[in-house]
């Protein structure tokens, strides 16, 4: 009984401390920190080993609980160069959500609880987590999550990334409804598969990412799309041509499971370029069937007509004899109607191309021209890109 009064105050505690020190300070004006400060991300360096490797076994793997591997690749700022030797520090519940310490803590750790540990990426900027879930605080509406900080060998201090959800957890979705995502390193959320009695989520984390003052940025031509490493948006567009015809189906909440492309135009078609781009598309999905869905999204915004653009999508189809690739179409990149809107899609780029896995947004292009060297380029993306675990279920929902 002792022991489960000071397990209490400790989670009491840790409600204070341990999340809500996850917040930017906003104490100091011009603060150039990287990530703006954080409370609490500065115990990484407590008790941390002098040789990390690229996966950690906590000490939660042997305990009570659904046993949980977390793996994933770090990334650089670009979303696509793996960064090596980054440390990742991690800290979370145990099976009853307490961040439950153990008495030879050292004192100042003990309100991250004793499951916690550290990953170093490899030469493939990849790491690996063996733990087990984390149970939600009890008493709360706060989702179950696993905390994360991060120290790159360049940067001077280390800052916190989006710590990790789980997509079916209950609690996450009203959660998300009061509070945002900072996509700080990339989107949190992570779905969960299922091997025998083992669950594995993949989550992979970009350096910088929306992160304050962080000193490297990228350069780009034409910004058209949301960033590598965040959630790609659920939209609705109107299917013409192909795989749900006749409806309004959003291709990520329907399809997100696998791979997608998402071949986006606006207000520039190349229609010469368009039908030999989805050509190479059609013979992609078909490759890949098991894995990939293929969509093309037109959304010109001028002379729009419903009912001109359904049949100009289904002229087209029946001309390249389209049997995998959706043809979809919206009044604009600007509709909130359809959402099409979340996408922040350039309207005046010629194209852009998302590649997403899981519903994460694992890579993108703007502006491709339909070259055999881009064909490959996307080939290949696509073969980097598909996931280990593909063959795996998922739990039901």
Avoid at 20 to 27: I, K, L, M, P, R
Avoid at 140 to 148: E, G, K, Q, R
Avoid at 288 to 295: E, I, Q, T
Wanted: glycine content about 8%; overall charge positive.
């Amino acid at each position: 009984m002792k022991q489960l009064i000071i397990c209490k105050f400790i989670f009491l505690c840790s409600l204070f401390l341990s999340c809500n020190g996850q917040v930017t300070n906003t104490t100091h004006k011009n603060n150039k920190i990287v990530g703006g400060g954080c409370d609490g991300c500065e115990l990484m360096y407590i008790g941390m080993p002098k040789e990390i490797r690229a996966l950690d076994i906590s000490p939660g793997w042997n305990e009570k609980g659904q046993k949980l591997i977390v793996t994933g690749t770090v990334f650089q700022l670009d979303g696509k160069t793996p960064a090596p030797d980054v440390v990742i520090y991690y800290w979370q519940t145990d099976n009853e959500g307490y961040y439950s310490p153990k008495p030879t803590m050292d004192e100042r750790t003990k309100r991250h609880g004793h499951i916690r540990g550290w990953v170093k990426t490899d030469v493939n900027g990849k790491y690996t987590i063996k733990t087990i879930r984390p149970a939600p605080y009890p008493n709360d509406v706060s989702p179950a999550h696993i905390h994360l900080s991060i120290k790159e060998p360049a940067i001077a201090n280390e800052y916190y990334t989006d710590e990790i959800n789980f997509d079916d957890d209950k609690l996450l979705i009203p959660h998300l409804k009061k509070y945002r995502q900072e996509n700080r390193g990339g989107s949190g959320i992570v779905r969960v598969l299922l091997q025998d009695s083992l669950q594995i989520a993949e989550h992979d984390i970009v350096l910088g990412l929306n992160i304050p003052n962080y000193p490297k940025a990228t350069i780009t031509d034409m910004q058209s799309g949301l960033n590598i490493g965040e959630d790609q948006p659920s939209f609705r567009p109107f299917h013409a041509f192909g795989p749900d015809k006749g409806t309004q189906t959003c291709p990520v909440c329907k399809y997100g499971r696998y791979h997608g492309i998402i071949y986006f135009v606006g207000d520039a078609p190349d229609w010469t370029a368009i039908k030999t781009w989805l050509q190479f598309l059609e013979q992609e999905s078909e490759k890949r069937k098991n894995y990939l869905k293929v969509y093309f999204v037109y959304a010109e915004s001028k002379n729009y007509s419903k009912i001109k653009r359904q049949a100009q999508l289904e002229k087209l189809g029946n001309e390249l004899q389209l049997k995998n690739t959706a043809l979809t179409f919206m009044p604009s990149f600007y509709d909130e109607k359809t959402e099409a809107n979340l996408n922040k899609i350039n309207p005046k780029a010629e194209n852009t191309f998302v590649i997403y896995k899981h519903r994460g947004i694992v890579d993108k292009y703007v502006n491709l021209k339909p070259t055999p060297e881009n064909f490959k380029m996307l080939s290949k993306a696509l073969d980097q890109t598909q996931g280990e675990y593909f063959h795996l279920p998922e739990p039901k929902y």
